[in-house]
């Protein structure tokens, strides 16, 4: 039976992964009742189907319950298995206790994700204390990159380029694109002191002189840690960076704060939806779904 997919309501990306997939898109009433509390109804049949869920979960609050709303009213009517498709996977960050008393919220999150799917398939997912995502998510999980799509973006429209990472844990993904595009890298140091207030440290940019600096991060939420890069790029007396991203989170100001600040472009993937989405990652992010199905 062809599987099921599901998503939140005004979801973009829903129909693009369940024409690739193949799957049918399932009808679905989910909304708000007076009180906030959320509805779900799904009017697709169930019972034995494979059903996938496509759901970046920005804003994670508010998405991953409905989300698991969705999913337990899938299980309940019957549902063979149900996959997750979340582009962008939220609660990564937390990944230690920095200080006394704080929780682990990348583990607690994983768990109470881990006990209602069944497979798991998200895009770049930030990885940093985690080698990978099964430490903390028990299921079978796909982690798929971005960095094709990104260097086919590069390649074809920045001639000379020179990759740049703001901080460390970029490095993972600045040096597979500086691979890919055949082009050197540099990376910052940052440390952060606070949600919106980091600090970056420059590396010797000598190797990057007379090319277009390319500034690649997984997230943007503040926009701080690519606000701060810009400013050191422009003070080493490198040219206005293009600035790529996977993940689209641009809380309040951000977008515009990154363009105010000398950004020459900004341009992200499209796992989480935004206008400035470029970077096409279905393909990947199928490819990877269907060997779950
Ligand atoms: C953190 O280490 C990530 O890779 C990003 O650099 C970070 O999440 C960006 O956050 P913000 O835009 O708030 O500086």
């Known amino acids: 039976m062809t599987p099921l997919l599901l998503a939140l309501p005004g979801d973009l ?8 997939l193949p799957a049918e898109t399932g009808r679905l009433e989910l909304r708000s009742f007076p009180d906030g509390e959320t509805y779900v109804r799904i009017d697709s049949p169930v019972a ?67 006990a209602t799917f069944d497979w798991l398939v998200t895009v770049d997912p930030h990885l940093h204390r985690y080698s990978n995502l099964g430490e903390i998510y028990p299921i079978p ?6 960095t094709k799509p990104i260097v086919e973006w590069i390649t074809a429209r920045v001639p000379a380029p020179a990759i740049v990472g703001p901080d460390g844990e970029s490095e993972q993904w600045v040096d597979e694109v500086a691979r890919g595009c055949g082009a050197p890298y540099a990376t910052f140091l940052k440390t952060r ?17 007379g090319r277009t600096p390319v500034i690649v991060d997984d997230i943007i939420s503040t926009g701080g840690t690519l606000i701060a890069a810009i400013s050191g790029l422009k003070s080493a007396g490198l040219p206005a960076p293009i600035c790529i991203a996977v993940h689209a989170l641009f809380v309040g100001d951000a977008f515009d704060n990154l363009l ?22 279905v393909p990947v992010a199928v490819d990877a779904a269907r060997r779950f199905l």
């Open 13 to 20: 990306l829903a129909p693009r992964f369940a024409e690739a």
């Open 48 to 114: 034995g189907r494979e059903v996938v869920i496509v759901c970046s979960l920005h804003q994670p609050d508010t998405r991953a319950l409905r989300l698991l709303l969705l999913a337990a009213t899938a299980r309940d009517l019957g549902a063979a298995r149900i996959g997750l498709i979340a582009p962008y996977l939220a609660y990564l960050r937390q990944d230690t206790r920095f200080r006394d008393g704080e929780g682990i919220t990348s583990r607690y999150f994983a768990s109470i994700m881990a």
């Open 141 to 146: 999980s796909a982690a798929v990159s971005a």
């Open 193 to 209: 002191y606070g949600d919106r207030r980091v600090e970056l440290r420059a590396p010797d940019f000598s190797a990057l002189k």
């Open 260 to 281: 105010a600040a000398g950004a020459a472009g900004v341009v992200t993937c499209n796992t989480v939806m935004h206008s400035s989405n470029a970077i096409d990652v």
